[in-house]
Nanobody
Framework: QVQPVESGGGLVQTGGSLRLSCVVS??????MGWFRQAPGKEREFVAA????????KYADFARGRFTISRDSAKNTVYLEMESLKPEDTAAYYC?????????????????WGQGTQVTVSS
């Protein structure tokens, strides 16, 4: 299975920005998505992009603040996060899926990586 490697997390203040990256081994011929899991909570969908990158989907909390993009030549998907809030604190993961819409329902097709921790201080 495809093994993703996430990076770019860190500690930021409320209102700050971060750019997460996810590199996947091998060529990616699928949709890609970002997910997050806060302590004591279930993993939830954040954003997804289609294989072409032309279609994107966002969770309500991410829409307008987060932007997903991909560079297929580099087998990399990005998540630009702005106006971060303390409630965005979580471990962020990426995964593959058959379509952006499927990823929005948590239907993933790859393995989970180690994730990258995002901590937003108030």
């Amino acid at each position: 299975q495809v093994q993703p490697v996430e990076s770019g997390g860190g500690l930021v203040q409320t209102g700050g920005s971060l750019r997460l990256s996810c590199v996947v081994s091998g060529r990616i011929f699928s949709a890609m998505g970002w997910f997050r899991q806060a302590p004591g909570k279930e993993r939830e969908f954040v954003a997804a992009t289609s294989q072409s990158g032309r279609l994107t989907k966002y969770a309500d909390f991410a829409r307008g603040r987060f932007t997903i993009s991909r560079d297929s030549a580099k087998n990399t998907v990005y998540l630009e996060m702005e106006s971060l809030k303390p409630e965005d604190t979580a471990a962020y993961y990426c995964n593959t899926g058959s379509a952006a819409g499927a990823l929005a329902t948590m239907a993933t097709t790859g393995s989970w990586g180690q994730g990258t921790q995002v901590t937003v201080s108030s």
